[in-house]
């Protein structure tokens, strides 16, 4: 079936290209630097940031070889189950959610709101949950759940990259750097391979011990180029505990930030960004003269304590 029978996101209702302000603030001004806030927050408000950018060829591709249901995984509070159980509904197709752990009622918002968008919620045990991608579990899902179209666990895949990459190339102000979170490298992966000469991406890692991401990263460039691609690193530093820990430093950031600029953070991802851009510009690590984009990749509250780190906790 064709993607517009089956219905699908209306184009007015997907704000592309997302928009670009320059954030004020005598913190950049002070050392000569600019920053700009790429709004993937405010693509759309139930498809947000970056899970937009990682679905739109995945759905394509699955629309293309004519799958009826997207399977994918994720924690009990996963961003990317939430965007998936939505992309679903937008676009017509089944969805089935394989959350890591076992089931609790009642469901949390971001479950009981995949759930209301249509989507059939199945449970791992954490064991088996590791060897997700391995293929006598995706077999024994195919047994239950028939034919699929099969998103890794975050969405990042080769797909995923591809659209991540197309964000650079919507900012027509010249830049020099530009900045996302990550999580599971995906987003900074396709962001640097979408890059000019001249400029570099700087991810975030929002996970304590997160020196294997640029591994991961390498790996994701890989499979979607066949080689590495644009200038990249990634901050370890930044952190503030790990995944799903809520420090006060960090609230206390978030709250001020949200005074001056009127610009709610998300904190397991976007504030740790922000707070270290400030933190590099403010002990001198960016030239005077250079232009930062800052990746704002998600909203700040999905209604739910935004929790829990997949592939890194238990
Ligand atoms: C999922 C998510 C990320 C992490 O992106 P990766 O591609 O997994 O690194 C960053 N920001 C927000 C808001 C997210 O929801």
């Not at 799958?67 to 017509?92: D, K, M, V």
């Amino acid at each position: 079936m064709a993607a517009t029978e089956r219905g699908r996101i209306r184009d007015a209702t997907l704000r592309l290209p997302s928009p670009v302000e320059e954030l004020v603030d005598s913190r950049f001004a002070d050392r000569s630097v600019r920053l700009l806030l790429k709004r993937d927050d405010l693509i759309n408000p139930e498809i947000p940031g970056n899970k937009w950018r990682k679905l739109k060829y995945n759905l394509e591709a699955a629309q293309r070889d004519g799958h009826e249901t997207l399977l994918t995984f994720g924690g009990a509070y996963s961003n990317h189950i939430r965007a998936t159980s939505a992309a679903g509904h937008y676009f017509g197709f089944r969805t089935i959610g394989v959350i890591r752990g076992e089931p609790h009622e009642p469901l949390n918002p971001v479950l009981a709101y995949a759930v209301e968008q249509g989507m059939t919620l199945a449970y791992l045990d954490r064991t088996t949950y590791r060897r997700k991608h391995e293929s006598d579990v995706v077999q024994r899902l195919h047994d239950e759940f028939g034919e699929f179209y099969l998103l890794p666990e975050g969405g990042s895949n080769a797909l995923a990259l591809r659209g991540c990459a197309e964000i650079p190339a919507e900012i027509t102000e010249h830049f020099t750097a530009i900045c996302c979170p990550v999580g599971t490298g995906g987003t900074l992966a396709g962001v640097a391979a979408g890059l000019q000469t001249g400029q570099e991406a700087i991810g975030f890692s929002v996970l304590k011990g997160g020196r294997f991401l640029g591994d991961e990263v390498r790996e994701l460039q890989e499979q979607a180029y066949g080689r590495e691609r644009g200038r990249w690193r990634i901050e370890l530093d930044y952190h503030f505990g790990g995944y799903a820990k809520q420090k006060p430093g960090l609230t206390a950031f978030i709250d001020d930030f949200a005074d001056q600029h009127g610009l709610q953070l998300d904190r397991v991802y976007g504030a740790k960004m922000m707070y270290g851009i400030l933190d590099l510009v403010e002990r001198g690590r960016f030239a005077e003269g250079s232009v930062i984009v800052a990746i704002i990749t998600g909203v700040a509250d999905n209604g739910a304590r935004p929790s829990c780190c997949p592939w890194r906790t238990g």
